[in-house]
């Protein structure tokens, strides 16, 4: 069998200045999924993400989620 590069079995669990949300995702990309995914819900969604994000002690996923959480917020889907 073929091996994968991008298994992460065994891989040491990343460290506190690892990446996160802000190194790879956009706030703006992310609300607009959050409305796909989650319709009327998208901001409560978004919400729980960051209350997560904040009570796991993930400062920087957490301003990301509260950034996507405020571009949401007074936001409704269409139609």
């Known amino acids: 069998m073929a091996g994968n590069e991008r298994d992460r079995v065994g891989a040491s669990p990343p460290s506190e200045d ?14 607009n999924a959050a409305l796909d995914v989650y319709g009327p819900d ?10 997560n994000a ?3 002690g993930r400062e920087r996923d957490y301003r990301f989620w509260f950034a996507v959480f405020s ?7 269409q139609g």
């Open 18 to 31: 690892g990446l996160n949300l802000w190194d790879f995702a956009d706030p703006n990309e992310a609300a």
């Open 42 to 51: 998208a901001v409560t969604a978004a919400a729980h993400c960051a209350l």
């Open 54 to 56: 904040h009570f796991d």
């Open 71 to 77: 571009k949401l917020n007074g936001v409704r889907p």
